[in-house]
């Protein structure tokens, strides 16, 4: 009979224990739930801030690039420009240098 008595010890407790276990079984579930919702937020946040930065950095790419090709063209604007008043210097020292030479 000792163990009915057990049993029946365990069934009286576990009675007694019942709505202080399905308390703290709900506060479990509802701990995890929000835990869970409260990550997806923070996972979805953090994506966010990289498809952000992922923006920004293509942008800045962007204007280096624009950047780049501008500084390109005014250094070809720049050599066409010295290359045209190098020939025009030269020019003009060959006529002189004909003209004293005739003179002579």
Known sequence: MSI????DTF???LKEQSFAIIILV??????SVFRTNELKEIQNLYEQ?????????????????EREK?????RDEFVNIAKYK?????NSNLTKKKSSTETK
């Open 4 to 7: 009915e008595k057990i049993q």
């Open 11 to 13: 069934l009286d407790k």
């Open 26 to 31: 709900a506060v479990l579930y509802f701990q």
């Open 49 to 65: 801030r990289i498809a952000d930065l992922k923006k920004e950095r293509d942008a800045e790419r962007e204007r280096w690039h």
């Open 70 to 74: 501008y500084l390109i063209e005014q």
């Open 86 to 90: 190098l020939v025009q210097d030269s």
